[in-house]
């Protein structure tokens, strides 16, 4: 299975392994989770438990920074305000490995191999290429690993720790599904029967009371046990008599919200217990059937992508280029989309040729989905940014599908648990930083 789905996505640059992970794991070739000691004619700026973060390492995260900004054309706060942001997050980062390392996490040097192997593919490198461009950059390559390591550590502990903090209760799911069903035009539908006793226009008080009491006591039948069509017969003015007062099965919108609200706790067979006025007079109702409508319909889209993602040996323009020339070939006739999502794509369906599999909405990040929705079967994207990176996609299939009641809830439960990610994770890493020790360092004289 994929690991980008909705469930697991996340506003942050890093995913998770929900609501299943998010893409693919952010193996940023430059990855700066981990600080090396301080090289000649550097200096520590923090000591984070027992880590370090560095001055070359803050302005290496600041030019990169800057560059990307530059590229994209976006407006950065003044530079030492970015800086202290910048600091900031190197705190955050070294804290939760810290908290990583106390808990015992670990990740092993298959899964370290793995990643780096998917930084060299996004690349277009083999192992060899990839360590004589690192070291052309002047990075060593057992820096380089760890530092790969670290983030897959980190990752981890961020899905471990901050999904266990979140709570979804029943009645929040009764809620959001009530809100689904809504927006879907889904609702209960009801066959109702009435004995409708008028009352004319302009009717006196004493008038009133009379009708009053005549339809009182053909509810005190009905609800004696007298046969309804009896009662329709013999004492009712309102339409359908010959259907014996029944309505026919219609949905509630299409009912007036009094014969709703009288009927909507009534099971079939019942008689509502108390008479209903309305301006054409008094009404005796009885719910004689309901439908509800437990499934809920919706459209299913099966895509497929390419994700590359953007780091200091891939700039996101260069990227975007890349991705419009793969689209080209693949329209040329010159590849196949699956071929090239298994030799390049840096998420976690690469495997399966970037296959995503059946996908309900709401299931991708927003700027994924509003794009794959308005695409027609077999089209391919312009290549586009998203939050996890540049993806180029495609999609194979579209159905109508109805969930039965367990996958409702399973797709509301997920829904709400990616709502309430990001404030959980806030909360996290207040936390998480309020208990490391955080040692300010001045700048050399």
Known sequence: MTCFLFFRRRAACWAAAVLAGCLALPLAAQAQAAAPP???????????????????????????????????????????????????????????????????????????????????????????????????????????????????LLTRLREREVQRRIKVTDAEIDAYLRELRGNAGAQTEYDIAQ??????????????????????????????????????????????????????????????????????????????????????????????????????AITQTRARHILLRVSPQLSQQT???????????????????????????????????????????GQFVPEFEQVMNQLAVGKISEPFVSRFGVHLVQVTERRDSQLDARQQRELATNALRERKFDQAYEEWAREIRAQAYVEMREPPQ
């Not at 009053?212 to 004492?235: C, I, M, S, W, Y």
Request: proline letters at 5%; a negative charge; glycine letters at 8%.
């Open 195 to 296: 004995v409708l006793i008028s009352v004319p226009e302009g009717a006196t008080p004493q008038q009133e009371a009379e009708r009053r009491a005549r339809a009182q006591e053909v509810l005190d039948k009905a609800r004696a046990g007298t046969p309804f069509e009896e009662l329709v017969r013999d004492h009712s003015e309102g339409p359908n008599r010959e259907q014996g007062g029944r309505l026919g099965m219609r949905p509630a919108d299409r009912l007036p919200d009094l014969f709703v609200q009288a009927v909507a706790d009534l099971k079939a067979g019942d008689v509502a217990p108390q008479l209903l006025r309305s301006g054409a007079g008094f009404h005796v109702l009885k719910l004689a059937d309901r439908k509800d409508r437990q499934g809920l």
């Open 38 to 152: 301080p090289t000649t004619g550097d200096y520590i700026v923090a000591v984070v438990d027992q880590e370090l973060v560095t001055h070359s390492e803050v302005q290496q995260r600041l030019a990169r920074v800057e560059q990307d900004a530059t590229r994209n054309g976006t407006r950065l706060p003044p530079r030492e305000q970015l800086r202290r942001q910048i600091i900031d997050a190197l705190i955050d980062e070294r804290a939760q490995l810290s908290h990583a390392k106390i808990v015992g996490l670990r990740v092993d040097e298959a899964e370290v191999d793995r990643a780096v192997a998917n930084v060299a593919a996004q690349n277009q490198l083999t192992l060899p290429q990839l360590r004589d461009r690192l070291r052309e950059q002047g990075i060593d390559f057992a820096r380089f690993r760890n530092n790969v390591r670290d983030e897959l």
């Open 319 to 361: 990227a975007l280029r890349r991705l419009a020339d793969y689209k080209q070939r693949i329209e040329r006739g010159e590849a196949g989309f699956a071929q090239l999502a298994r030799e390049v794509s840096e998420d976690g369906s690469a495997p399966q040729g970037g296959d995503l599999g059946w996908a309900n909405p």
